[in-house]
């Protein structure tokens, strides 16, 4: 059986253990990889799919295959009442997820931030069908406990790309969106407490701060004027969340009008 010595593969990309090494790479099948350097070698995935570029049962993804399962019982049954994912069948979504999870890691080191957002997504809805149709309550668990750092990678995809173009208080509001996932994701799946005490929720309030030093008097008139509308409509959790971002600033000036 012929073998291939990886260091002929490797050459002089060296192992650091201080940072994450990741390169792009055409395969000999003519497809974008994915590799990183590991500290016994080199790991590597797809670029674009499954991370691993298997097939699912003739499905593209797990993720593809359990939908289709589930979009065949509803026109089955009318109704996705009784539908179920078994242990095993969450066992391979968790999987997948952590698949892609891992090359998000990789995906960020280049920037490539539309196809982070991808696969986060992909991710998100992993759980979302686990969550709502799955048996295994110790795979739930797990991947629900990665939901905020979901939200995070998220958030900094999206306003690394925002920034990019220049846009400051559309990248400022997509920290606020980010804050709010992460209470809705413990208000449905833990405490206020949790929220509260969330490493999660305090980066992303740190990147709200950075951006806010960034905003201009426009800006700040706008934030006061979200301030009262939702006041006024009784939204106080997005009220407080405005408050405490002028403050910041040094643009509040006490209670709306």
């Not at 952590?98 to 982070?116: G, N, S, T, W």
Request: hydrophobic fraction near 40%.
């Amino acid at each position: 059986m012929f073998a291939q010595d990886l260091h002929s593969l490797i050459g002089d990309w060296d192992y650091d253990p201080d940072r994450v090494s990741v390169r792009r790479i055409l395969g000999i099948d003519g497809r974008l990889k994915l590799q990183m350097r590991v500290d016994l070698g080199v790991m590597q995935v797809e670029y674009r799919g499954r991370p691993d570029g298997r097939r699912v049962e003739g499905f593209a993804t797990c993720l593809d295959y359990q939908s289709n399962r589930l979009s065949c019982y509803i026109k089955r049954c009318g109704t996705s009442l009784g539908f179920a994912i078994s242990n095993a069948q969450c066992g391979c979504l968790r999987s997948e997820l952590m698949q892609y999870y891992q090359r998000v890691v990789c995906l960020f080191i280049l920037d490539a931030f539309d196809e982070a957002v991808a696969d986060l997504d992909h991710c998100h809805r992993i759980i979302e069908l686990c969550t709502r149709y799955g048996r295994d309550t110790v795979a739930i668990d797990a991947m629900l406990a990665i939901v905020p750092h979901l939200v995070v990678m998220n958030t900094k995809a999206v306003t690394s790309k925002l920034l990019g173009t220049g846009q400051i208080k559309a990248a400022f509001d997509r920290t606020l969106d980010g804050v709010c996932e992460l209470l809705n994701h413990y208000c449905t799946h833990g405490t206020l407490d949790d929220y509260r005490a969330s490493p999660q929720v305090d980066v992303l309030e740190r990147i709200r701060l950075q951006l806010g030093t960034r905003l201009d008097a426009d800006d700040r008139t706008r934030l006061r004027r979200a301030l009262r509308l939702a006041v006024r409509e009784e939204r106080f959790e997005e009220a407080a969340r405005l408050r405490n971002a002028l403050q910041e600033l040094g643009a509040w000036t006490g209670p709306p009008a």
